[in-house]
């Protein structure tokens, strides 16, 4: 029931929406967050949304956890681009200033270029603060859990 009137709310927010009503819009979207639906494991959507975007170091592949362990050791890196400042011009990642993202490529068995898996980490090279993982050549991230 619950999920059929928010469907209805949705439809009827974009349509006040292709109206050009934006604040009848904001108002509906207001209040369907506060009526957000857990899931039969109680999780928002916001919520699993985000647990969805965390990958425990444990669960990475092999390669990740092996570039993982180098990047906490300074290299050596396989690959000259490891290492260098990752612009984050997509802003997948929360914003910081230039320079505080650097990108580290994560070998993909039987490919010859570089692939497309990468870790950006944040803070000091050594020791950074939060690293993510992404096996899409940046398209998508997820936070790497310690």
Known sequence: ???TILKLGFHF???FLAHKVPMVGLLLATFLGFATPTTANGLTSE???TRERTV???DLPP???QTYALILQGGPFPYDKDG???GNRERQLPVQTR???REYTVRTPGVKSRGARRIACGG???NPEVCYYSDDHYASFRKIAR
Do not use: D, I, K, N
Request: charged letters at 20%; glycine letters at 8%; zero cysteines.
């Open 1 to 3: 029931m619950l999920l």
């Open 13 to 15: 927010m974009t349509r």
């Open 47 to 49: 919520a699993r949304e």
């Open 56 to 58: 425990v170091l444990a």
């Open 63 to 65: 390669q990740g956890r």
């Open 84 to 86: 260098s400042v990752f």
């Open 99 to 101: 320079g505080y993202y």
């Open 124 to 126: 000091p090279p050594r």
